[in-house]
């Protein structure tokens, strides 16, 4: 993934030191999407009983919003937010009982600020842009409760990172000022879980990376 990102990031600046330039003015552009999240996110963790245990990540389909202000035809910076709530499965094999499997829920938000490069400011029917910037993710505590009705309660810490992305804007009409839009979006994060009933206990820090894709509309003004 980190290639890929790579690969566009080189791509966007041939562009944009070949391209011809326009006259291009500032505005405005908000966009409202929904989002597909997709954590990168299944590792076996170190226990004491049982010896190891699963920590697996699922997919969900949440919603965005972000709004950007556009300098001229080539550059601009977008603040955006983002808000899904993936599964995260615990599991392990328990003697003389088999395979436990617990779900929760947690709600993840991420906040984003990028500078956005715009690839084709010549084009009467379509934005393509590549961006990179800043992303604040969060997460909810998650609560678990066994076979036997007990309870698990495990902190969750978010973490500040960098996210890079690619996003098409397709314009609905000739002169319109509305978009369908589409994305992809790559932010590398870590996610840290503890005991809530032991706060000065061992913590768990895994990888949180996540691919998010979004389908959605933009108004520019």
């Not at 003015?25 to 597909?36: K, S």
């Not at 902190?155 to 098409?168: F, P, R």
């Not at 397709?170 to 839009?181: E, H, K, N, R, T």
């Not at 979006?185 to 996540?210: K, W």
Request: glycine share 12%.
């Amino acid at each position: 993934m980190r290639r890929v990102v790579v690969v566009l990031g080189v791509i966007g600046l041939l562009l944009i030191l070949t391209a011809p330039a326009s006259a291009g003015g500032p505005g405005w552009n908000l966009r409202l999407y929904g989002a597909g999240m997709d954590p990168d996110l299944d590792r076996m963790v170190p226990s004491e009983n049982p010896d190891e245990i699963r920590v697996k990540a699922l997919s969900d389909f949440g919603f965005g919003a972000s709004l950007e202000y556009q300098f001229n035809d080539r550059l601009g910076i977008e603040l955006g937010g983002m808000w899904a709530s993936p599964d995260i499965e615990l599991s392990a094999e328990i003697p003389d009982y088999g395979l436990l499997k617990l779900t929760d829920s947690m709600s993840t938000q991420v906040t984003t600020l990028d500078l956005n490069f715009h690839l084709t400011p010549n084009s009467p029917s379509f934005d393509f842009y590549i961006g990179a910037g800043v992303a604040n993710v969060g997460f909810d505590d998650l609560h678990y409760v066994d076979p036997e009705g007990d309870p698990l309660d495990i902190k969750v810490d978010g973490d500040v990172s960098w996210s890079a992305k690619a996003g098409l804007d397709i314009a609905l009409g000739q002169d319109s000022g509305w978009a369908a839009v589409g994305g992809l979006r790559y932010i590398d994060s870590d996610i840290e879980f503890r005991n809530a009933e032991d706060d000065a206990g061992d913590t768990a820090t895994l990888s949180f990376d996540m691919f998010s894709f979004s389908v959605g509309v933009a108004y520019s003004f």
